[in-house]
T-cell receptor, first 114, second 110 residues
Framework: KAGVTQTPRYLIKTRGQQVTLSCSPI?????VSWYQQTPGQGLQFLFE???????NKGNFPGRFSGRQFSNSRSEMNVSTLELGDSALYLC?????????????FGPGTRLTVL | GEDVEQSLFLSVREGDSSVINCTYT??????LYWYKQEPGAGLQLLTY?????DMKQDQRLTVLLNKKDKHLSLRIADTQTGDSAIYFC??????????FGKGTRLHILP
């Protein structure tokens, strides 16, 4: 069974631009969560989608948004990029609701904002 | 609010035991997890413990939970070079919210 895949693996953008990151969960998994990882803040929860609906949301500004498609694939969008958005963005999938089910993480997308 | 704290670095000699500590503020969590992150990779679930347990052993890994002190630890016996990674503890709550610590970087000395 293929693991969680994220594309692209690396991305360089400039301030003010927008970016879309993609996550393909493990086949059969319906929950997808997104995290931002930085050296200073550690791992911070962005949002979770389950069956195309956002179930939980972290404390990030509205510039960060996401969606989930009917095949459970998910995208995350960041508009008007700021230097502080440079981070490793991790996606994780699980069978059903997180917490009660193990989350499987992808390798991440490393975003650099210049 | 909920907070999970870990020390940032730990150096251990190969063959010794590593003990990674974690403290948390909100004791209403249902599970506590330990994740391992190797360079260039995502997080891998190592082990977890239910919040009503005190100890869990899984091969070289021992998890201890002290609910009174809100303290969680992960002991890795006979530490190997392949154990070099960042280790995250995480609390999972009834509403499925997950709070991660900032991670402890384990460095193995020869």
């Amino acid at each position: 069974k293929a693991g969680v895949t994220q594309t692209p693996r690396y991305l360089i953008k400039t301030r003010g631009q927008q970016v879309t990151l993609s996550c393909s969960p493990i086949s059969g998994h319906r929950s997808v969560s997104w995290y931002q990882q930085t050296p200073g803040q550690g791992l911070q929860f962005l949002f979770e989608y389950f069956s195309e609906t956002q179930r939980n949301k972290g404390n990030f500004p509205g510039r960060f948004s996401g969606r989930q498609f009917s095949n459970s694939r998910s995208e995350m969008n960041v508009s008007t990029l700021e230097l502080g958005d440079s981070a490793l963005y991790l996606c994780a999938s699980s069978l059903a609701r997180t917490g009660r089910n193990e989350q499987f993480f992808g390798p991440g997308t490393r975003l650099t904002v210049l | 609010g909920e907070d999970v704290e870990q020390s940032l670095f730990l150096s251990v000699r190969e063959g010794d035991s590593s003990v990674i500590n974690c403290t948390y503020t909100d004791s209403s969590s249902t599970y506590l997890y330990w994740y391992k992150q190797e360079p260039g990779a995502g997080l891998q679930l190592l082990t977890y413990i239910f919040s009503n347990m005190d100890m869990k052993q899984d091969q070289r890994l021992t998890v201890l939970l002290n609910k009174k002190d809100k303290h969680l630890s992960l002991r890795i016996a006979d530490t190997q070079t392949g154990d070099s990674a960042i280790y995250f503890c995480a609390e999972i709550f009834r509403d499925d919210k997950i709070i991660f610590g900032k991670g402890t970087r384990l460095h193995i000395l020869p």
